[in-house]
């Protein structure tokens, strides 16, 4: 039982889009990554996914509308919706979600890391 | 979809020791709550437990030991171990618990409010 010291774990993280483990509980993942540049339009068909800005700014574009997240906000994305997350500066981000969740949910393509390759830092 | 102002939501809180929901996903909780003086000691015994410090420091003492986090830190207490959270002085603590954990455990007291009364701000 060991804390997570957020900005040691950031400092561990190459590139963005690229989620990493850092605790696991009652089913669910705790991941950071960081963003910066434009990720792919995906949705998870089973599973929210819950973001919370630790540094900088995102913006997460829906169909029909975006919402921007500042450090020291949270946004939960419901299942099944459609969604694009952009950072136009190095953000971190906070995650949380069910362990089979992949973070590029049903479109796979260059960015998607199987969930089974997601590491542990 | 309303995003989460982790500062206006603490804002909303009175009072200590008394965790707000603030989002769901997942069959679990995202909940707040303002830390001062001593909690009681208690074991929840199906649910691990997330805290993330917000704002100040907090202590969580357990049998053998105890661990200090501080503002950005973080730490999973798993099902089954005994605990007692401190704050010196007030803290903010961001929660991810099942909703089916009651705050106290298994130790009912004075200070437990009932599952089904823990509201959403």
Chains 1, 2 share one sequence.
Not at 4 to 11: A, G, H, S, V
Not at 100 to 114: D, M, Y
Request: charged share 30%; with cysteine.
């Amino acid at each position: 039982m060991q804390k997570i010291t957020l900005e040691e774990k950031f400092q561990l993280i190459e590139g963005y889009w690229s989620p990493k483990i850092v605790g696991e509980l009652n089913g669910q993942y705790i991941k950071l990554a960081k963003f910066k540049g434009k990720f792919v339009w995906h949705a998870h068909e089973h599973e929210d996914e819950f973001f919370q800005v630790i540094k900088g700014s995102i913006v997460i574009h829906f169909r029909d509308r975006r919402v921007c997240i500042d450090e020291g906000e949270c946004l939960i994305v419901p299942k099944g919706i459609e969604h694009k997350p952009e950072a136009a500066d190095e953000a971190y981000v906070l995650l949380f979600e069910p362990k089979t969740t992949a973070h590029t949910g049903s479109s796979e393509n260059k960015l998607t890391v199987p969930v089974e390759k997601q590491d542990w830092i």
